[in-house]
């Protein structure tokens, strides 16, 4: 065999070497997710998002969202009432041009989303002189409106660099590897919810060892619902990990494609979050009780933050720390 040929004969083995590392590989990923896609095909048609999540259309749910107040009230879970100035949320608006102009990109979201960050703002009255974290930001602009009026502002996700780079941090939310008391005020927007398990309450604790005394937490919208239901999508396995036994499963049919989402009954936050909640925290759920009206004034917008969890660290500090069950 000359030279060429025995060079050929070497780049085919190795190419069938290659082709078949990547075609096992594939195959790997692949199987699982079709089976996962085999049991959404096989399902009960009962088991979907639209008969589970009100919050599809929360304009025709408007009573069952404000009678979960009393059901968390009733589980122990203290409730105030707040309502927003829709004068005061449109000045707001337009002052943070580079927040608005992000969020027209996500349609018949757009006000939710500036809602909820006004929410933020008004609840913990961020001002210059606060460190503040935008904890699970993606690629959000918030942290840098902020920045503009003097508020020390940082960006935590996983999607930066490990560490603290900048006014950017790559860490979990669960275990941000900040100092204690680095925080003056923390909130997570439209993230709560993905946390599977128990990371939802390790990152309430989380919170409540990065905040310093008198720090404030929001953690908003609180998905509640008439029922207890984890969500997740046909075309994405699930987070190891996330079964629940209490919770109902249906499989998501709107378009979007997180693998997962949690929305509570009053009664399981309570149980799951509001009662193991750490003893630093003083916390309560806020109802936003006149959605309708910004409905009234943003047609075709899908507007659903009717509740907000809202915590303030005590001044004093436990002298032993609980842990998280």
């Not at 757009?110 to 009255?125: N, Q, S």
Request: aromatic share 12%; hydrophobic share 40%.
């Amino acid at each position: 065999m000359n030279t060429v040929r025995w060079l050929q004969e070497q780049v085919r083995r190795r190419l069938r070497v290659l082709f078949r590392d990547l075609l096992d590989d594939e195959l790997e990923t692949l199987l699982p997710l079709t089976l996962h896609y085999q049991r959404y095909l096989e399902s009960d048609p009962g088991d979907r998002q639209s008969l589970y999540d009100h919050t599809l259309d929360p304009a025709a749910h408007l009573p069952l969202f404000g009678s979960l107040k009393g059901r968390l009230a009733g589980a122990g879970v203290p409730v105030e009432d707040m309502r927003v100035d829709p004068a005061d949320f449109e000045v707001w608006r337009r002052s943070v041009p580079g927040l608005d102009r992000f969020y027209r990109s996500f349609g018949d979201m757009h006000i939710e989303k500036c809602l909820e960050h006004y929410l933020v703002d008004r609840l913990l009255g961020l001002s210059a002189g606060d460190r503040y974290i935008d904890v699970a930001s993606a690629g959000s602009p918030w942290a840098d409106e902020l920045r503009r009026r003097g508020v020390e502002a940082y960006r935590l996700d996983l999607i930066y660099p490990d560490g603290v780079r900048g006014r950017e941090i790559g860490a979990s939310a669960m275990a941000t590897g900040l100092p204690e008391w680095f925080a003056t005020a923390l909130s997570t927007q439209c993230a709560f919810e993905l946390f599977h398990g128990d990371s939802d309450l390790r990152f309430l604790h989380e919170a409540g060892r990065v905040l310093a005394p008198g720090g404030r937490l929001a953690v908003l919208p609180l998905y509640l619902d008439d029922a207890y239901f984890l969500l997740q999508s046909p075309f994405a396995l699930p987070p190891a990990g996330s079964a629940e036994p209490d919770a109902a499963v249906a499989w998501r049919d709107d378009r979007f494609r997180a693998p997962y989402s949690r929305h509570y009954s009053p009664e399981a936050f309570a149980r799951a979050v509001f009662e193991r909640l750490p003893p630093e925290l003083d916390a309560r759920v806020y109802a936003v009780s006149n959605l309708e009206k910004l409905m009234e004034i943003y047609p075709g917008q899908r507007i659903y933050c009717f509740y907000v969890l809202h915590a303030t660290k005590r001044t004093w500090q436990p002298l032993v720390r609980e842990e998280t069950q």
